[in-house]
């Protein structure tokens, strides 16, 4: 029977180691399950930050977007207002009267002839008859509006006093007060 006591201390000893081996996992298990929740934890919070600033980026490219957009429609709006009012001077110019015409085409020849000598006169249909007297050659220039381009005799000289441009240098000059004037700015 000593045989049979042997093998039942093995046995039990055998059980213990198992059992103990088994409580020792059992605690790692926990150790390591406790360790993931908490990197877990600190992932999702991470997570969760990086989310939020992510979402904040968003919002604020978004906004910053829909601002360009609605000043871009703004300055569109505000620069077909000022067209218009300089689309009404074109108006204006094309319906002034045969009296008018003819004082701006005299007035605009005089000021030619101050800065040069002048041989040629481009001008629109409308206007080639307040120039039949002049004694220079007349061209008309259908596609102007009103006005005077001068030319010398030899034609390297040319003073365009032509509406279309005199208009343009005026924009040019005054589009900040016509710009202050309609928006208050």
């Not at 002839?113 to 007297?133: H, I, T």
């Not at 010398?152 to 343009?168: A, N």
Request: charged share 35%; hydrophobic share 40%.
């Amino acid at each position: 029977m000593g045989l049979e006591k042997v093998k039942q201390e093995i046995l039990e000893r055998a059980k213990a180691e198992a059992d103990k081996a088994v409580d020792d996992a059992k605690s790692e298990a926990k150790a390591v399950m406790k360790s993931a929740e908490k990197q877990v934890t600190v992932y999702e919070r991470v997570m969760e930050e990086d989310l939020e600033a992510l979402s904040n980026a968003v919002k604020r490219r978004e906004v910053a977007s829909a601002e360009l957009e609605l000043k871009k429609q703004l300055l569109s709006a505000k620069s077909g207002l000022i067209e218009g009012v300089f689309g009404e001077a074109r108006k204006k110019l094309g319906s002034l009267s045969d009296k008018k015409r003819e004082s701006h085409i005299t007035a605009l020849l005089d000021s030619a002839r101050k800065e040069m000598n002048v041989s040629v006169v481009q001008c629109s249909g409308k206007d080639a008859r307040f120039l039949d007297s002049s004694g220079l050659k007349v061209v008309r220039n259908d596609s102007m509006l009103g006005g005077i381009i001068a030319e010398s005799p030899d034609g390297k000289l040319r003073i365009d006093y032509s509406y279309e441009t005199v208009l343009g240098q005026v924009k040019s000059k005054v589009l900040g007060d016509v710009a202050k004037i309609l928006f208050g700015q």
